[in-house]
């Protein structure tokens, strides 16, 4: 089946830069996606990368390298509220379901 | 943005009865409806893709006959859980996509509901 790869836990230092990867089954890769959430909350969404490339949105950066079948996440300046898990998902045809990762807990601590 | 909404956003119920839960599509046309189920620190799984106006498509696994999907119209999908047993006790999430849409910027998120069964 198709399954992603990230870690499961993250603790970085309140203002640095953190970096999550992802890496994704290739066989009808479409796009990859991350999103946030907050513990009882839904995810939110953050980015999403279809080409090659850096996408920035702030502090929040996304990464894909198809030919590496690997994307990450960039978080700077990290503040105690990006606590959070972080959900790397993949669109594997147009308009499919998302198929998420395991998820990544961040903490910041100060 | 457009916005997704669920109803109940917890409810506790006891063994055996049956639950709905209600995603709804405020500012747009879904076509679409994803439902998900999320236990405690663990990722959000596909149970089930929904359709206006045809039936429910359920991942493997997932009981269609336990979980019935409505997708009466491009607004709202229900999800009842019947005969809950404490193990159904989950976070439950929908999303919604816009009609026509095919980027996953499309996929909206409502907020989910909180199911205990005791």
């Known amino acids: 089946g198709q399954s992603l790869e990230q870690p499961s836990e993250v603790t970085a230092v309140e203002g640095a830069i953190v970096q999550i990867n992802c890496t994704y089954q290739t066989s009808g890769f479409y796009g990859l996606s991350w999103y946030q959430q907050h513990d009882g909350g839904a995810p939110t969404f953050l980015s999403y990368?279809?080409?090659?490339g850096l996408e920035e949105t702030g502090r929040f950066s996304s990464f894909l390298s198809r030919s590496d079948s690997y994307g990450y996440l960039l978080l700077q300046e990290l503040q105690m509220k990006d606590s959070a898990s972080y959900f790397c998902a993949v669109f594997y045809s147009g308009n499919t379901p998302l198929v998420f990762g395991k998820g990544t807990r961040l903490s910041v601590i100060a | 943005g457009a916005v997704v909404s669920q109803h109940p956003s917890w409810v506790i119920c006891k063994s055996g009865t049956s639950v709905k839960i209600e995603c709804r599509s405020l500012d747009f046309q879904a076509t679409t409806m994803f439902w998900y189920r999320q236990f405690p620190k663990q990722s959000l799984m596909l149970m089930a893709t929904?359709?206006?106006?045809?039936?429910?498509?359920?991942e493997q696994g997932v009981e269609k006959d336990k979980f019935l999907i409505n997708h009466a119209s491009l607004t709202l999908s229900t999800l009842t859980v019947t005969s809950a047993h404490p193990e159904d006790s989950s976070f439950y999430i929908c999303s919604a996509t816009i009609a026509g849409g095919v980027a996953v910027d499309t996929q909206y998120f409502g907020p989910g509901t909180r199911l205990t069964v005791l």
């Open positions: 990368n279809a080409l090659d």
């Open positions: 929904s359709n206006e106006g045809s039936k429910a498509t359920y």
